[in-house]
Structures are given as C-alpha cells and as structure tokens.
C-alpha cells in the first residue's frame, strides 16, 4: 500500500535560540521548527512490484522524469530508496518505495508541498534506533528542511518529522544524512544572512528519536569558516565509521580557481560528542562542525577535485572523486583510501582512461571490499577493490541496455542495499536498481549467563571474510571488560561470539561491534553472571 503524504504541515511553531559564544556563529540563532503531525493527511495509493529486466530493476513508474536517487538498508534488512520525481520546473515530489529482497518494489509513501519543489532526499538505516533517518529540501517552502524518523516504512503512524527554518537565509541547497548511534546526523548547505553573508554555509544537526536536539550540547551549528574554508560548499556527503564519522565537501576555492575537497571529522564517543566546550573560542569541541579537531584539504591543487563520495567500514574510510589531475584535462576516478580512521590517506587510480572522461563516482565499503561505481560515455560501470582501495580490478557495465544512463550529479548511489541510478531507456528517466555482491552483518541478539553471548547474522550475498568483532562491557568489571576476535560467517548464515569469564558488580552496558554494525544493551552483572539483558 501507498501512502501519500501532503506538505501542508500541521504542527507546533518553536522558536529556539542559542546564545553566541565568543569566536564564529556556532549555535544556530533564530531555528525556527515545524514539528509534523500526519493527521489525516495520508491517502492509500496503488502501488506493486516491478519486473525484474535480467539484473536491472526498475523501481520507478511515473511517466515524469524521477531523479536522485538514495538508498539505504533499514534495521529488520527491507531495502529502501527515495527519488524526486520532476513533474514540471516548479513541481517536484518524493517517493520512498521498499523491497524485501530487491526484486519486487513497493512505493511507500510520495511527500509533496504546496511551494512544489522537493528536492535532494536523503536516507539511513539507524541499527541502533531501530528505524530510518530521512531528510528532503523544500527550499521555497517557510520550513525548507525537514527530517523525518521513520520506525517502518510500511507504517505511516510511525513517520514522524519536524520541519527547520533560520529565518535570515535565503538559498537551500543541499541535504545529507547519517547516524551516530541513535542520532540521526543531518548536514546541509544553504547561504547564511544571518550574521554573515556566508553563500553554501554547511550547517550540521544532531536529532534524538524524539526529534529533539541532545540537551547537553547545541544540537545545531554553523560552519563560520573560521577553520577550513568550506564554503561555498556543494557536492556534500557523510559516512560513519566505528569510532569517528566524517564529513566531505566539494569547495570552490576562489583564489585558485579551483574544486578542492574538504574533509572533516569527529568522534562517535557520545561522552566526548555531548561535551560542551573545550574547542576555540569556547566552541563545542566535538560537536561543532567549526570546531571539528580534524579538519584538512583531503585533495587540493592546480586541477578541479569534484563529487566526492566517502564510505566507511569499522577503521577504514574511503574517498572517490572525479579530478582533472592529468596532462590531457580529461575526468578520471581516483580514491583516497584510509585504513587508520582517516588519520593518514593514500591515493589510488579507480579508472583512468584518455581522453574520455569518467564521471560522478559514488562508493560503498564493507570490511576491506571497496565498491566504486562511475559513468562513461552514458554508462554505469562497477569496479572493486579487495584491499580497500589500495588497487582495483577491472570495470563491468552495470546497465544492460547500451547509453542509457543519466549522467549528472546525484545520479546514483550505493550502499549494503545496493546501488540505484537513473537511466532513460525507456524514453525518460527512470530509477533503476541492482544488488551488489556484498556482506551485510547484523547483531541479531545479545544474552547474558555466565558472560556474553552475541549471535552475528549475515544478511548479504556474500561471505564475509575475517570479519573483525568486539563485546565490551562498561561498568564495575574486574576481569573479562573486552574480547575481541575475527570470524567467517558464510551469506544467509549465524555464528555465536561469547565473552568466556567475567566478574563484577552492578549496571553493565554491553557494546558489541562487528563488521562496521553496532548493538548495545544494559544488564546487571553478579560476580561471574550477566542478568537483566
């Protein structure tokens, strides 16, 4: 069934403003919030499967032009991908269709508004929450960003949202998103007029479940460019990995005349997150997407960098982008790849071939497998790399019908779903899907007894190879806080990991890792026993 659901908002105006500290505009000022309420705004829809085309699928079935496509895996393993739908130059949509195992969609719900133009959706599975993060721009509308938290899709009683304004700004761009463990992270560039006349100011927002900013830290901020320049950014993406999550940006850098790629990072740690304080001018060290103790030019020069795409996988992170870094000015693929959480990056050539130009890269990483898709010559291509990132095998097509793909920026992603594109081999364009080769870990459970026990499921398509995992107890333990290992779990299979001896005292969390995923659960431990899970 499908559900649509109207931009006409019913809700609570809030009027939130934070004080200034001394140095930069960190904590947005004047954010004013529309908190959604669907009431009676959802209609059934038609809606049904599409047919499998060999190893294309397409998702799409409005005879208007759908496109950016996102995608993401929910926390129960349904596939989920959004696409705006262009109707006419001041009238676009969003739908959200989901599949059980990628062969047959299902449209979920369609978002419109009165001002017509959604735009830029965005999508992530939160395993720790349980449900999806998922944010859109509506940029003439009085509340141009809106973020939902979604328990299931299948389900309108459980899409819950809230609509953002800053009232002196003018310009919304573009919107991403990303978690960190329960926290759904949002960022997105728009240009400030506020305090300073910043054009693409990236700004960063963290939402608890209850669709609310952590009380112990700003919750929004700025980037006032006093550290990295960043703005005027374009081309924005997030990925989290085990202990940091990093931010990337496409920045036209005015002296030069040239694309370079910022990046930036900050830790996972909610401890260290939800510190205020402690950065320059009083700034909230962690949080702040100012203050952000990693900061640099990830690549930089006399050449244009474009379209980043970064992913992450427990400590490694990857970065494709397009470059002109060549003597014939052409577009090749090229990866910075990372095996120490982005501490130090090496380069490697993903395609490079003269003087065709390859394009509009997007990336996915799963332990050390490192898929890169581009476009050449209206074409999708896939390549991976077994030794994240480090070298690359050779490229397969991935349209099956020659010339047809869209090639434009945001015209394709991937992730542990698999990847989506546009494509117009039926006479418009149309969002197409294939599965990808991938090992998909999820931490189905956690018990207690003597130690801990965690059964780890992959729900891939592929066997996952010395996967590393970890069980770590937080609390009064004397003996048995952590173990750590590596393991094969074959796809559609479950192992058990166990923790052996442990003794202690009193409330214990329990945090288990495995394969870039992350569950946690509080319990009690007497002695050599863990209770209470």
């Avoid at 979604?150 to 819950?160: A, E, K, L, R, S």
Wanted: charged share 20%.
């Amino acid at each position: 069934m499908k559900r649509k659901i109207l931009g006409l908002l019913i809700g609570m105006l809030l009027v939130v403003t934070a004080v200034l500290p001394a140095m930069g505009t960190i904590n947005v000022t004047d954010c004013k919030i529309h908190s959604i309420t669907i009431d009676g705004g959802i209609e059934p829809l038609n809606g049904v499967g599409t047919t499998i085309l060999g190893g294309n699928i397409k998702i799409s079935t409005d005879e208007d032009d759908d496109v950016q496509p996102t995608i993401t895996i929910d926390p129960v393993g349904r596939k989920i991908v959004a696409f705006a739908t262009e109707h006419g130059i001041f009238e676009k949509d969003i739908t959200l269709s989901y599949s059980e195992d990628g062969s047959v969609w299902v449209p979920a719900a369609t978002f419109s508004s009165e001002t017509g133009v959604l735009q830029y959706p965005s999508i992530v599975g939160i395993p720790e929450a349980g449900d999806v993060g998922f944010s859109y721009m509506d940029p003439f509308s009085e509340y141009p960003l809106t973020l939902y938290r979604i328990g299931d899709v299948t389900d309108g009683d459980t899409y819950n949202g809230v609509s953002y304004s800053w009232g002196e700004t003018e310009d919304y761009e573009e919107v991403t998103v990303t978690y960190v463990h329960d926290l759904l992270v949002t960022l997105l560039t728009n240009h400030n007029m506020y305090t300073w006349d910043i054009p693409g100011c990236p700004y960063l927002i963290y939402m608890t479940q209850e669709l609310e900013t952590p009380p112990e830290i700003g919750g929004n901020y700025l980037d006032g460019q006093s550290g990295v320049k960043t703005a005027p950014a374009s081309n924005i993406d997030m990925a989290t990995g085990q202990d940091y999550f990093y931010l990337l940006f496409e920045h036209y850098n005015e002296t030069t005349g040239h694309s370079e790629i910022a990046f930036k990072k900050t830790v996972t740690d909610l401890e260290l997150l939800y510190t205020s304080g402690g950065g320059p001018g009083g700034m909230d060290k962690y949080a702040d997407i100012e203050a952000m103790p990693w900061q640099f030019y990830l690549v930089t020069g006399d050449f244009d960098a474009k379209d980043p795409s970064v992913a992450a996988s427990g400590s490694n992170v990857v970065v494709a982008y397009m470059t002109s870094d060549n003597i014939f000015g052409d577009w090749d693929i090229r990866c910075a790849y990372s095996s120490d959480d982005g501490e130090t990056f090496e380069t490697s050539v993903v395609v490079e071939g003269h003087p065709i130009n390859e394009v509009y890269p997007a990336t996915h990483i799963s332990g050390n497998n490192v898929f890169c898709s581009y476009m050449q010559e209206g074409n999708l291509y896939l390549v991976k790399s077994e030794n994240g990132g480090a070298t690359w095998g050779e490229p397969e097509q991935v349209n099956e019908v020659d010339g047809t793909v869209v090639e434009e920026s945001r015209s394709t992603e991937m992730s542990d779903a698999g990847i989506v594109w546009t494509d117009n081999r039926d006479g418009n364009k149309d969002i197409y899907y294939m599965s990808l080769p991938v090992a998909i870990i999820n931490i189905e459970s956690i018990s207690g007894g003597f130690g801990v026990s965690a059964v780890l499921t992959n729900v891939g398509t592929a066997d996952a190879i010395d996967v590393q995992w970890s069980i770590k107890l937080d609390g009064l333990v004397f003996l048995g806080s952590s173990k750590e290992g590596s393991i094969d779990i074959p796809a559609g299979e479950k192992v058990t990991v166990k923790t052996g001896l442990v003794l202690g005292l009193g409330g214990v969390t329990i945090t288990v890792t495995c394969g870039g995923a992350t569950k946690t659960a509080d319990g009690t431990i007497l002695g050599p026993l863990i209770i209470g899970l």
